[in-house]
């Protein structure tokens, strides 16, 4: 499933850089070379890098 549409960035990709990106979607759409373009994605992106963070760190997989 395609988290940003204008990007082609799915979700699975998305949860994967949130693990090794810092910052707000616009600092983990950089890290993953683009950047947003209508904005319609942010709020579901902000969402999911917050829960897959959180995921981690109780995983104990959290970067230091
Ligand atoms: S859907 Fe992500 S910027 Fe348009």
Do not use: F, H, K, W
Not at 2 to 19: K, T
Request: contains cysteine; glycine residues 6%.
């Amino acid at each position: 499933m395609y988290i940003c549409v204008c990007n082609a960035i799915r979700e699975c990709e998305l949860r994967d850089a949130a693990r090794r990106c810092p910052g707000d979607p616009d600092a983990v759409y950089e890290a993953l070379g683009c950047r947003p373009q209508c904005g319609q994605c942010l709020d579901d992106a902000a969402e999911l890098l917050i829960a897959e963070r959180t995921r981690a760190s109780a995983e104990g997989l959290a970067p230091a």
